[in-house]
C-alpha cells in the first residue's frame, strides 16, 4: 500500500538533546512538508522541499532542520535551540504543481521534551 | 500574507442533521486552492473536499459540500445527514500555487449526537 510512514508515534527526550524524527513516503511525489500542530492551533509549517536536496524555510523554522537526500526521505531534526519541542509533528507529500496539490498526511509524532 | 480564520472553535449536531462549519480567508494571490481536512481523533488528517478559486461551482463530495463566495472570501463545509463518524475536528486550509504553501485555520471540533 501507498502513503506515508512517521516513526516513532510517541517520542520522549530530555531537554538539552537533539531528536531527529523520521517521514518516509512511497507515493513517488516530488513535495515533502513538514508541520506543527499545538493545542488550539491549526497546522504551522516548518520546512518544505519541493525535489531532492533543495528545501525551504517555513513559517516557524527556528530551532528545527531537514534533509532531503533521497526522494521517498524528508527527516526533521529538533534542535535544542527549539525553545519548545513538546508538539504534534506531522509530515505531508504531494505532486506539488503537476498536480490539485493535494497533500497527504502521515500519522503523526507526539514528542514529549522534559 | 495569507490567513484563514475559523471563528466557531466548536459546533455540535445531531445524528442524520446538517451542519455548516465557517472559514473566512484572506489572500493578496489570484490563484489559489481551498481545502477542508478532517482530524478524528486519531489524529490522521484526512482530506475532505477541494476547491479551485477560479471554478464557480461549489464542490461537493457525498454528504459533504462547500459554500464557496469569492467575494466575500468565504468558504463554508456543509454535512448533511450526519453520522457519529464525522466526530472530528476540522480545518480549512488555503494554498496559494505561487508559493505551495498550505496555510491552515485553527480547526473547529464538531461534536455529533445520536
Known amino acids: 500500500d501507498g502513503g506515508i510512514t512517521q516513526s516513532p508515534k510517541y517520542l520522549f527526550r530530555k531537554e538539552g538533546q537533539n531528536v531527529t524524527l523520521s517521514c518516509e513516503q512511497n507515493l513517488n511525489h516530488d513535495a515533502m512538508y513538514w508541520y506543527r500542530q499545538d493545542p488550539g492551533q491549526g497546522l504551522r509549517l516548518i520546512y518544505y522541499s519541493q525535489i531532492v536536496n533543495d528545501f525551504q524555510k517555513g513559517d516557524i523554522a527556528e530551532g528545527y532542520s531537514v534533509s532531503r537526500e533521497k526522494k521517498e526521505s524528508f527527516p526533521l531534526t529538533v534542535t535544542s535551540a527549539q525553545k519548545n519541542p513538546t508538539a504534534f509533528y506531522l509530515c505531508a507529500s504531494s505532486m506539488g504543481s503537476s498536480s490539485s496539490y493535494e497533500q497527504y498526511f502521515g500519522p503523526g509524532t507526539r514528542l514529549t521534551v522534559t | ?114
Open chain 2, 1 to 114: 500574507a495569507q490567513t484563514v480564520t475559523q471563528s466557531q472553535p466548536e459546533m455540535s449536531v445531531q445524528e442524520a442533521e446538517t451542519v455548516t462549519l465557517s472559514c473566512t480567508y484572506d489572500t493578496s494571490e489570484s490563484d489559489y486552492y481551498l481545502f477542508w481536512y478532517k482530524q478524528p481523533p486519531s489524529r490522521q488528517m484526512i482530506l475532505v473536499i477541494r476547491q479551485e478559486a477560479y471554478k464557480q461551482q461549489n464542490a461537493t463530495e457525498n454528504r459533504f459540500s462547500v459554500n464557496f463566495q469569492k467575494a466575500a472570501k468565504s468558504f463554508s463545509l456543509k454535512i448533511s445527514d450526519s453520522q457519529l463518524g464525522d466526530a472530528a475536528m476540522y480545518f480549512c486550509a488555503c494554498l496559494s500555487y505561487n508559493t505551495d504553501k498550505l496555510i491552515f485555520g485553527t480547526g473547529t471540533r464538531l461534536q455529533v449526537f445520536p
